[in-house]
């Protein structure tokens, strides 16, 4: 089931979690490539978000293997989970921005504390990613004055801030309404397409037909199907991927 | 006599004004030096009960229950007349100011407990995520948010530590209450201390409404989110 990848960027090995007595994952064997967009899709309560929180240490994971850029994930030593988590990005189904920062200082926070940058380059790379996301102009907006779509955004060019390898999206437009939800995934698939390694928790099944180079289907704990979207979506190996599928409709 | 002669007797004010305002001015520098130390180090203790190594927490917990539970007044007396007995003897202003900070660390810490809490965990995962260390988790997304929660429980903790300034008569201090009584003693006429209430009453009225009023705008702008 594994599809081979040399030198991944992300390398999963064994992974077991529980959450008190119950398993949520159950062993799980992923290795993604340099540049590849990866979407993981299932039921509520498959595992998927766990297992994009245990990539950059959100989640403490039990038993198993997680190598990112071939460093080992050692989550007790906090140094080595902050450096992981300045190279892995992440965007939340809730955005979390920062609600008493500007768009601008909520993008300028993390680079100004982390990087060598000054607080001019800082705001520079800001305006720049802001204006990449196609926010130019919202550089001193309070978050609480934009809509999801543009907070989703600015979430994204926050993230990109600390110019990471890898971007995780745990179900970015779940809580957008309908209308709002192009705009962010155009952003996501410009990433996709400058060569940015994305692992997609996602609903949106277009856009990972569209753009993912590889769909996991997680169902109890475990990659139940993987492989490119054509051969998920077009024909589904499993019941209760079929079973999936079809809830969708 | 009547009513003005015996509560608003002018000659009498006119005649304790310098007590009164001397006793006004140790008030001051009693209560701002009180809350000077009091909310720093309630931060402190704040810092310590909620993240602080497990024998660290429990005292601090053991700290502020132990002030929250104690009448102030107990704590002076504890400070200014009992510690002596310990070769700790402190002066009228320092035992005052002593007992009324580490009396508003207490309140103050459980009210920036509570505010800290109050700030979503999502913000804590975003700051996470970016690789924030704790310091800076802290001192730049949850306690921002969490002060500006809080800033109307503080300001009423603070006015309470104004008017318990009046507590430290009972250890010798020359602060506005004890001026007013001794006025009042003095002149055999209740109008010093009429004055002292009014003298309160300016200072801290003001604030009250400011209180209310910025609690009011807190609930509106909470309800608007």
Redesign the interface.
């Known amino acids: 089931m594994q599809v081979a990848v040399d030198d991944p960027i992300i390398r999963i090995t064994a992974l077991r979690k529980s959450f008190g007595a119950h398993e949520v994952l159950k062993g799980i064997d992923l290795s993604v490539g340099r540049g590849e967009v990866v979407t993981i899709i299932g039921k509520s309560g498959s595992g998927k978000s766990t297992l994009l929180r245990c990539v950059?240490g959100?989640e403490p994971f039990d038993e198993g293997s997680l190598m990112v850029q071939g460093k080992q994930l050692l989550f007790d030593n906090?140094v080595a989970m902050?450096?992981?988590?300045?190279r892995?990005?992440?965007i939340?189904q809730?955005f979390?921005?920062?609600?008493?920062l500007t768009v601008g200082r909520n993008i300028m926070?993390?680079p100004t504390?982390?990087t060598a940058k000054t607080k001019a380059q800082a705001a520079e790379q800001a305006r720049m990613l802001l204006a990449r996301v196609g926010l130019s102009e919202k550089f001193d907006a309070m978050p609480?004055q934009l809509s999801g779509g543009q907070q989703q955004r600015v979430?994204i060019a926050?993230?990109l801030a600390?110019e990471p390898a890898v971007l995780l999206c745990d179900e970015i437009t779940s809580a957008l309404d309908p209308e709002l939800v192009g705009e962010v995934l155009k952003v996501v698939e410009l990433l996709a397409e400058e060569g940015m390694t994305l692992v997609m928790v996602t609903h949106e099944m277009n856009f990972a037909r569209k753009v993912a180079d590889r769909v996991i289907f997680m169902h109890q704990g475990r990659v139940h199907e993987i492989g490119r979207p054509e051969q998920l979506f077009g024909a589904p190996q499993t019941p209760e991927l079929r079973q999936f599928l079809s809830s969708l409709q | 006599m009547t009513l003005a002669e015996t509560f608003f007797n002018l000659e009498v004010l006119k005649h304790s004004m310098p007590l009164l305002l001397s006793g006004l001015w140790m008030t001051v520098q009693l209560a701002v030096t009180s809350i000077l130390i009091g909310l720093p180090l309630g931060l402190a203790v704040c810092m310590t009960r909620l993240y602080a190594p497990k024998p660290f927490r429990l005292i601090a917990v053991a700290y502020i229950d132990v002030l929250r539970a104690l009448p102030i007044l107990v704590v002076l007396i504890v400070i200014y007349y009992a510690l002596p007995f310990v070769g700790v003897r402190l002066s009228s202003f320092v035992a005052a100011t002593l007992g009324l900070s580490i009396a508003l660390s207490a309140f103050s810490a459980e009210v920036l407990r509570s505010g800290i809490s109050a700030v979503s965990r999502g913000q804590i995962e975003a700051a996470t995520a970016l690789g924030l260390n704790f310091r800076a988790i802290m001192g730049f997304v949850v306690l921002p948010q969490a002060i500006r929660l809080v800033v109307p429980a503080l300001t009423s903790n603070c006015i309470g530590l104004v008017k318990e300034t009046s507590l430290a008569s009972v250890v010798a201090l020359s602060e506005l209450l004890k001026q007013g009584n001794d006025a009042q003693a003095l002149n055999a006429n209740p109008t010093p201390l009429i004055a002292v209430a009014f003298i309160y009453l300016t200072f801290l009225w003001p604030l009250v409404r400011l209180v209310d009023r910025s609690d009011a705008k807190a609930n509106r702008s909470r309800a608007n989110a």
């Open positions: 950059n959100l906090a902050r450096a992981l988590r300045q892995v990005g992440m939340f809730s979390n921005l920062f609600p008493h926070l993390a504390l982390l609480d979430a926050r993230a600390m």
